[in-house]
């Protein structure tokens, strides 16, 4: 007759919840590796690119890069990584792991491009941010401020981009939506509806 020892039954399944974290583990680990590792490759690719020469469109062009990047690098993953490699628990297993490292990636890659944004075109609060730290420990006052703030400066940059992009156009001299600014603008007036939020910044 067997003895009943609950102390051992407990113990396996210790061993079992033990060895299915480290799985849970790995896999977490090896979809935050795939990704970054995608992630450097397609900023490598992006500083390469713009050191050679700046794009005309450069939002669309860091979209084509990173999106292409992923892509290509997981198809010669599945084309030429040696199958015994492809069986570590270190790389992507299924198409679960790839969903779940595109997702990571794609997170990552809108929101470099809403820090990018930026860099583009200086937004009113990083233009202002550098004027006062230029202007030293004396400080800078409001009236040098509003001076250095220009048409040039902050208008006139952001109504070449929309004219680039496409959202508007010049007519006689004055400035219209195109089909495709309107529905940009109609995107953000039912955002600002369904939070309830006023315009300004």
Known sequence: MNDYRPDQQFLGLAFKIEDLS???MACKMNIFLSALLLILL???IHLIIW????PKYQTKTLILIFFGTFFISIFLFEL???ANYQSSQYVPQNFFDYVHIFLFFTSIMFAYLITYSAIEV???SLVITELIFDAGPGGLSKDALFTRLSDEVLVIPRINDLLRDNMIVSKGGKLNLTRKGKWFVMIFIFYRFLLNAKRGG
Do not use: C
């Open 22 to 24: 480290l799985k849970i």
């Open 51 to 54: 050191k050679i020469r700046l």
């Open 122 to 124: 200086d937004s009113p």
């Open 42 to 44: 397609s900023f490598l």
């Open 80 to 82: 030429f990584i040696p």
